[in-house]
């Protein structure tokens, strides 16, 4: 079994990011403001998943004048402009995680407890998707795996440990 990780080290690079937003925007007629900006960088920032509220939250750190509703917006436009992905793992918080650079595949591995989202890949695992695909009479094109667990570490599971 090939199991792998992906690591932040994945992460797109911030510059090349910025002008695929700037272009985006360019081509829509519509300016890069300082507020999306600081939206864009906060969510470069964050890691591999984000939602819009904790985007708000450290948005706010640095202007305050930025409101929830900025910060949807920009997300949506985020979205549109192929730089993020909009997830629903679980209830109706929607999730962002960049898009895969050069078609890279990957599935997903969420806690119910503490909701940490874990992205891997395994070769083996794709291999026997194609296959029960085909046994069952169909050619598999594309698909999401979201596997929802607990951690097995209760010292290790953030919400766990929150008090």
């Known amino acids: 079994?090939?199991?792998s990780r992906r690591s932040i080290d994945n992460?797109?690079?911030?510059?090349?990011?910025?002008?695929?937003?700037?272009?985006?925007?360019?081509?829509?007629?519509?300016?890069?403001?300082?507020?999306?900006?600081?939206?864009?960088?906060?969510?470069?920032?964050?890691?591999?998943?984000?939602d819009a509220e904790t985007i708000s939250n450290e948005v706010k750190k640095i202007d305050s004048s930025i409101?929830?509703?900025?910060?949807?917006?920009?997300?949506?436009?985020?979205?549109?402009?192929?730089?993020?992905?909009?997830?629903?793992?679980s209830g109706d918080r929607a999730s962002f995680e960049f898009a895969d650079q050069d078609n890279e595949h990957h599935d997903h591995l969420i806690c119910n407890q503490c909701g940490e989202i874990v992205e891997f890949y395994d070769e083996e695992l794709?291999?026997?998707?194609?296959?029960?695909?085909?046994?069952?009479?169909?050619?598999?094109?594309?698909?999401?795996?979201?596997?929802?667990?607990?951690?097995l570490s209760v010292e290790s599971c953030k919400r766990k440990n929150i008090k």
């Open 1 to 3: 079994m090939t199991t």
């Open 67 to 89: 409101g929830l509703a900025t910060v949807y917006r920009t997300l949506k436009m985020m979205t549109d402009s192929k730089i993020l992905v909009e997830r629903h793992f």
């Open 11 to 50: 992460l797109p690079k911030r510059s090349h990011l910025h002008k695929v937003f700037d272009d985006y925007l360019n081509k829509l007629g519509l300016r890069q403001t300082r507020q999306r900006k600081i939206i864009l960088d906060a969510v470069l920032s964050s890691g591999r998943h984000v």
């Open 126 to 151: 794709e291999r026997y998707q194609d296959i029960v695909a085909k046994n069952l009479g169909f050619q598999l094109k594309t698909h999401k795996m979201e596997l929802f667990a607990d951690c």
